[in-house]
């Protein structure tokens, strides 16, 4: 006997969803695999960016050490500077 048009629209569903659920699933793989790659270059990145800050702050502490050794002030005159906490344009506007 062969298959009523009911039967056969239910099994042409059946596999439309299964087709559906599997493209869904092909999907989410995708885009699962896109969000570690993303990541591994987002994290290779601050790595990068980390580097270039420590470089940075030694060349800038570098950059203080010769200042200060070839400052005509004292060690106790810098350090009492730098720990007031007022900026040049604190101590004009004060004496004006």
Known sequence: MLPSV??????????????????????IEQAEAK???????????????KKLY????????????????NSSRSYEEILAFITSGETSEDEQNRTE
Do not use: F
Request: hydrophobic share 30%.
């Open 6 to 27: 009911a039967e056969k629209e239910k099994k042409d569903m059946a596999r439309m969803r299964r087709s559906s659920e599997q493209t869904l699933e092909y999907k």
């Open 35 to 49: 969000v570690a790659k993303t990541r591994e270059a987002h994290e290779k990145a601050v790595d990068e960016l």
């Open 54 to 69: 420590d470089i940075r702050k030694a060349y800038q502490r570098d950059e203080l050490l010769k200042a200060m050794k």
